[in-house]
Structures are given as C-alpha cells and as structure tokens.
C-alpha cells in the first residue's frame, strides 16, 4: 500500500490498522511525475510574470505618487508653474504609455520609470 497507519486505545488497548491504497480513480505515479515536472518547467514563467507584473504595478505607484507630490503646496512654492505642468505632462504621456502596453516587458516598464527619475 501506499501508507500504513496503525492506532492504539491506551484505555482499552483496541488496537486498528489501516491500509491506504491507489484505488482506481487516483493519479498514478506517472501521472504525479508528470505534474511536478509540469509545474517545475513552469516556475520561470510564472516568476518571469510575477516580475513583469511587480515592475508594472510599481511604474504605476510612482506616478501617482509624483503625481501626488506636485498637487503638494509646498512642492508648488518651490517650483515654477512651468515646471510643474510639464512635469504632470510627462506624468500623464506615461501614464498613457502604461495604458496601451498592459502586456509589456518587465525592462520596458523599468526603462519608463528611469526616465522619469531622470
């Protein structure tokens, strides 16, 4: 069997076995060498999409934040009107950028964020 489980009744001392078995029905041993090979041959994908979509979400944070910081009146005191509208330009162009590339490279959304730390 697959697994042997035994139990004992320390008061009465009624001992049981059981014996678990593959029963029609279950995945066969091939069939769980296959899944586990499946999910293996499929872990970098899935870490290349988590990082993919980690560097979007976090290219979309900064903006908002930034975004946020020039509505700020004291940021506003410091900087020219000039500025400010043409920093909130640049904001919103990648904003606009973020929106038609949904499905972009994890370096394209991290090349964006550079430029506007630049």
């Known amino acids: 069997g697959i697994l042997n ?3 004992v009744e320390k008061g ?14 279950r995945l066969s041993k091939e069939e769980i060498d296959r899944m586990v090979n499946d999910a293996e041959k499929y872990k970098n994908e899935d870490d290349a999409q988590r990082d993919r979509v980690a560097a ?10 930034l975004k946020s910081t020039l509505d700020q009146a004291e940021v506003k005191a410091k900087l020219s009107e000039s500025d400010v509208n043409q920093a909130k330009a640049k904001l919103d162009d990648t904003l ?3 929106d038609r590339n949904q499905l972009g490279e994890k370096e394209e959304y991290e090349d ?7």
Do not use: C, M, P, R
């Open 96 to 98: 606009s950028w973020l």
């Open 5 to 7: 489980v035994s139990a």
């Open 12 to 25: 009465s001392g009624k001992q049981e076995k059981i014996t678990i078995t593959n029963d029609k029905g």
């Open 112 to 118: 964006k964020q550079k430029e506007l730390e630049a």
């Open 56 to 65: 979007k979400n976090g290219l979309e944070s900064y903006i908002f934040n």
